[in-house]
């Protein structure tokens, strides 16, 4: 079948219903199209019988007459709430340098892209190299301090405390000096019984940087307080340690809280557990050597002529415990002067050996040394002065001894023979040793940052 046979066929079985058309009367325009039955154009935009062209024109004149929006982060939302703060874009900050330009210029086109990873900075070697350096110094700090405090443990242990009164309970440093008296009893069964043989005041000054030793003559006449004037060791006699210290305080003006009480054996095993000492001896005392080490044979056990000297002529000595101590207790050869001046060689090549003998020799040490000291020093307080040992090393060692030469004279009060000292000169012997600054010279204050 032919498209004009299709179409007539069609037309023919269409029912009849009335054609209306749009048209103006003299009433005005009349819609024909919205009258007819059917919703589907009813409520359309062309109900109203415009034509196309009109609906077009009407689209491009709400088109031009549309409200203009800001920019999109000035807008009202939907909900017409306002935007969080946070949530509004920045404005870049003023501060920006030209490197920074830079390098936003470099990443353009690279960074941009969505989940980028940003460059990493390459590392300075140089700052890495000393980050680790500082760590391992650090570490070895702690294990140095825990390896220390663990010795110290031990070799307090080992030790005897005892309580000194109310003298525990001022420092152990005052005005930047660490006072620690030393008593050496004379007692022949290891015991506290006794007068007290040798009292050298150690004296650690962070003022004027010095280690000053100082023996004090116990055959000085001072007021015993509470006993009256004496020879200055009957104090230990009278009141022990607690007296013995008020006694020098009272006495000499320089604040004493802290004391170790050392025995016999404790001398002997200490100069033992660094190897001995080399001395200079005279042929006079080589022969009093061996006299007191008669007396130290008999309390210990041992047959007569043991640990003889057998050098007879004068020279360096290398002596061990018995002998070392048998030395520092002779008397008879340069009165009582000569006998504390020993003492401090003895002790002083003692220091000399004893940073070695910790590392070599650390239990020997501490078994020959700590069973026979009696102190009323605390854990914290020698575990303190260990620590210190590094910046002691550098401080200056100064021996001396009270009454200073020129500064005493022989009296014989009540059938005893004693020194009649000058106080105030000594007392500013120590002042000055121990609380004066030293006076630094020209370069020094040049050099002095």
């Not at 022989?410 to 012997?429: C, H, P, S, W």
Request: with cysteine; aromatic share 10%; proline share 5%.
């Amino acid at each position: 079948m032919s498209n004009d046979r299709k179409v007539r066929s069609d037309f023919e079985r269409m029912p009849e219903k009335p054609i209306y058309y749009n048209e103006i009367d003299n009433d005005g325009y009349v819609d024909y199209d919205a009258k007819r039955p059917g919703s589907s154009r009813q409520g359309s935009r062309r109900s109203a019988g415009r034509s196309a062209d009109e609906y077009r024109e009407d689209v491009r004149g709400y088109e031009r007459n549309r409200p203009q929006y800001g920019p999109r982060d000035n807008r009202v939302r939907r909900d017409s709430r306002p935007r969080p703060e946070e949530a509004r874009r920045r404005p870049e900050p003023a501060h920006r340098d030209e490197r920074d330009y830079r390098d936003d210029r470099r990443r353009s086109g690279r960074d941009t892209r969505k989940n980028s990873v940003p460059r990493r900075k390459k590392k300075n070697p140089f700052k890495s190299f000393l980050i680790t350096v500082l760590v391992c110094v650090l570490i070895i700090l702690a294990i140095g301090m825990g390896f220390s405090y663990a010795m110290t443990k031990k070799a307090y242990g080992m030790l005897k405390y005892e309580s000194a009164g109310d003298f525990d309970k001022e420092a152990l440093t005052a005005d930047g000096v660490t006072n620690i008296l030393l008593i050496g009893n004379d007692s022949r069964l290891n015991g506290e019984d006794g007068r007290s043989d040798a009292m050298i005041l150690v004296s650690i000054s962070k003022t004027s940087g010095k280690i000053l030793m100082t023996s004090i003559l116990r055959d000085v006449y001072v007021e015993i307080p509470g006993y009256g004037s004496n020879r200055l060791n009957a104090a230990y006699a009278f009141g022990g340690p607690e007296l013995l210290m008020e006694t020098i305080q009272h006495n000499f003006d320089i604040p004493v809280s802290r004391y170790i009480l050392v025995n016999f054996e404790a001398f002997a095993g200490v100069v033992d557990a660094v190897g001995g000492v080399d001395i200079e001896l005279t042929v006079e005392e080589i022969g009093w050597v061996n006299a007191y080490l008669n007396e130290y044979n008999e309390l210990t056990g041992h047959e007569f002529g043991y640990n003889y000297l057998t050098q007879t002529e004068p020279g360096v000595i290398h002596l061990n415990g018995p002998q070392a101590l048998a030395y520092s207790r002779n008397r008879y050869v340069g009165t009582d002067f000569g006998r504390t001046e020993r003492q401090r060689k003895v002790m002083e090549e003692i220091i000399k050996k004893l940073p070695r003998a910790v590392i070599t020799n650390m239990d020997g040490l501490m078994e020959g040394l700590c069973p026979n000291l009696t102190t009323n020093l605390t854990m914290n307080e020698c575990y303190g002065l260990v620590l210190r040992l590094p910046f002691m090393l550098k401080y200056e060692r100064v021996s001396g001894s009270i009454p200073l030469e020129g500064t005493w004279w022989d009296q014989n009060i009540d059938g005893m023979a004693v020194l009649g000292i000058d106080f105030e000169a000594n007392k500013n012997y120590l002042h000055e040793n121990l609380y004066v600054k030293p006076e630094k010279t020209t370069e020094e204050e040049t050099t002095e940052p």
